[in-house]
T-cell receptor, first 117, second 112 residues
Framework: DGGITQSPKYLFRKEGQNVTLSCEQN?????MYWYRQDPGQGLRLIYY???????QKGDIAEGYSVSREKKESFPLTVTSAQKNPTAFYLC????????????????FGPGTRLTVL | QQQVKQSPQSLIVQKGGIPIINCAYE??????FPWYQQFPGKGPALLIA?????SEKKEGRFTISFNKSAKQFSLHIMDSQPGDSATYFC???????????FGAGTILRVKS
């Protein structure tokens, strides 16, 4: 069964703690993405990676960090520097070759809901 | 220039009605325009996508209309059903773009 898995589904964090959200894909996609979703604001890009050991900041990278040591995995750490981390976090992946159009589509995981207590 | 503006924010229609969701963009380099459907607590899933070389694309009950000169595109849902109740996002990217720019989303409710 090919797809993207995110864990945990729900995560609670105390203020001042760092937490790491997991994202794994077995689609053999090169590119991976992290988005944050807040009510009424759509999906905002946090970080993305097009290849192992390389990643770029998105529109709202402050307070977050990522790593890409393996093609299949792209974990996101929400640090204590992120002032308002309560949100729904979505991971996505994309192929970077193929027929025109086939490499534009992003496939999303089921999401992790993070709540700061 | 990178924004995609989506309207309305929410929409309620009766079963069998045809909800229409509109999006507008500024960046003329955008070349790929997908629509995603998201159910509560789930990740978005691609519904249908269009490129600017065609003005309309249909997949089942879902149709995208594209107006290149106006830089607008819209999603129509024919014979809408309660199971279509979800949040819909439009998005755009350049031809070889590695990023999607998303609209703010439309919450659709289809009343039975």
């Amino acid at each position: 069964d090919g797809g993207i898995t995110q864990s945990p589904k729900y995560l609670f964090r105390k203020e001042g703690q760092n937490v790491t959200l997991s994202c794994e894909q077995n689609l053999n996609h090169d590119a991976m993405y992290w988005y944050r979703q807040d009510p009424g604001q759509g999906l905002r890009l946090i970080y993305y990676s097009q290849i192992v050991n390389d990643f770029q900041k998105g529109d709202i990278a402050e307070g977050y960090s990522v790593s890409r040591e393996k093609k299949e995995s792209f974990p996101l750490t929400v640090t204590s520097a992120q002032k308002n981390p309560t949100a729904f976090y979505l991971c996505a992946s994309r192929r970077t070759s193929g027929t025109l159009g086939s490499y534009n589509e992003q496939f999303f995981g089921p999401g992790t809901r993070l709540t700061v207590l | 220039q990178q924004q995609v503006k989506q309207s309305p924010q929410s929409l309620i229609v009766q079963k069998g009605g045809i909800p229409i969701i509109n999006c507008a963009y500024e960046n003329t380099a955008f070349d790929y325009f997908p629509w995603y459907q998201q159910f509560p607590g789930k990740g978005p899933a691609l519904l249908i996508a269009i490129r600017p070389d065609v003005s309309e694309k249909k997949e089942g009950r879902f149709t995208i209309s594209f107006n290149k000169s106006a830089k607008q595109f819209s999603l129509h849902i024919m014979d809408s059903q309660p199971g279509d109740s979800a949040t819909y996002f439009c998005a755009a990217s350049t031809r070889y773009g590695n990023k999607l720019v998303f609209g703010a989303g439309t919450i659709l409710r289809v009343k039975s």
